[in-house]
C-alpha cells in the first residue's frame, strides 16, 4: 500500500483546508484509514481515524467540531476537511492506513496556521 498525502499550505487563523490522502496498491486489505499530525518537538498524536466502510470516526477532542475525516472507497481516497483552523494546528499532517499485517504511512504535508 503506498499512500500520498496533498492539499497541505499555509492559511490564517480562522481559515480552512482540505487534505486528501490517495491510497494505491493492496487497498482492499485496508481496515482502518486515519490523519496523525506532529508539531515540531512534539511526539506525533492522533487526529481522526475512519473504518473501511466510513461508517465508524473518531477524533481528538481539540479537533472535535472542526475537522471532519472522511472516504471515498471508489477513489480510494481519505479527506480531512479542517475548518477554524487554529495557530496550534500547524504541523506535519501523515496519512496513516492499517491492514491486518502492516500499518503504512504517507510521506506527511504541512499545514501552518499564522496568527
Known amino acids: 500500500v503506498q499512500l500520498v498525502e496533498s492539499g497541505g499550505g499555509l492559511v490564517q487563523a480562522g481559515g480552512s483546508l482540505r487534505l486528501s490522502c490517495a491510497a494505491s496498491g493492496s487497498t482492499f486489505t485496508i481496515s482502518r484509514m486515519g490523519w496523525y499530525r506532529q508539531a515540531p518537538g512534539k511526539q506525533r498524536e492522533l487526529v481522526a481515524t475512519?473504518?473501511?466502510?466510513?461508517?465508524?470516526?473518531n477524533y481528538a477532542d481539540s479537533v472535535k467540531g472542526r475537522f471532519t475525516i472522511s472516504r471515498d472507497n471508489a477513489k480510494n481516497t481519505m479527506y480531512l476537511q479542517m475548518n477554524s483552523l487554529k495557530p496550534e494546528d500547524t504541523a506535519v499532517y501523515y496519512c496513516?492506513?492499517?491492514?491486518?499485517?502492516?500499518?503504512?504511512w504517507g510521506q506527511g504535508t504541512q499545514v501552518t496556521v499564522s496568527s
Open positions: 496513516n492506513a492499517r491492514t491486518p499485517l502492516y500499518t503504512y
Open positions: 475512519i473504518t473501511s466502510g466510513g461508517g465508524s470516526t
